[in-house]
């Protein structure tokens, strides 16, 4: 299973870094300043304490305020499978809220690199275990393609959060690096 997450981070981060590498010629997507995107993630390496292990469903809305800087606005869930050293599992979830700012890098073309930074808020339970609060600052980067007209495929990568997180008592305050990829279509209007 490892490996099979390796293989996937490893895929996503050489086909952003050659799509990262095309001319940025032509228009933004249709010229639109709202997209609307949705999508899913997973945490392949390290320790994400907003989607801990498994599969990470989110949504998104964009709005762009100049040609290089949006707004960003959404949710997320996660739903996975924890294991503690005695090999037990349990089963765990969580919801979330993030906003902040994306900025692009590579013009206005087919291909556009951006970085991001957002203020997260959300929950997490699991069996046999208290509920946690989070809240943080997460970052990381993005590769778009644009399939069609309006239409675009984001690939991206979680890297870093600092956050605080509280669950029965128990209270942590952190900085954490993982490698969180994630795919989402965006649709603009």
């Not at 949006?70 to 349990?90: I, P, R």
């Not at 979330?96 to 951006?114: D, H, Q």
């Not at 509280?166 to 969180?180: C, E, V």
């Amino acid at each position: 299973m490892r490996a099979m997450k390796m293989l996937t981070v490893g895929a996503m981060l050489v086909a952003g870094a050659a799509s990262a590498q095309d001319e940025a010629a032509g228009s933004s997507v249709s010229g639109s300043r709202l997209s609307v995107g949705a999508g899913a993630g997973f945490t392949a390496v390290g320790n994400n304490p907003g989607a801990a292990s498994g599969l990470t469903p989110r949504a998104s809305l964009e709005f762009l305020l100049a040609d290089d800087l949006a707004l960003v606005a959404g949710a997320f869930g996660n739903l996975g499978v924890s294991w503690d050293e005695t090999d037990d599992s349990s089963l765990g979830g969580g919801l979330g809220a993030n906003v902040g700012l994306r900025k692009f890098f590579s013009g206005t073309g087919p291909t556009r690199l951006s970085v991001h930074g957002l203020l997260n808020t959300g929950f997490r339970d699991s069996e046999g275990a208290d509920s946690t609060i989070n809240f943080g600052v997460s970052g990381g980067f993005a590769v778009d393609r644009q399939l069609i007209e309006a239409l675009t495929l984001r690939a991206g990568v979680e890297v870093v959060n600092l956050g605080y997180s509280r669950s029965a008592g128990n209270k942590r305050i952190g900085l954490d690096l993982f490698i969180a990829p994630s795919l989402e279509l965006r649709l603009a209007f």
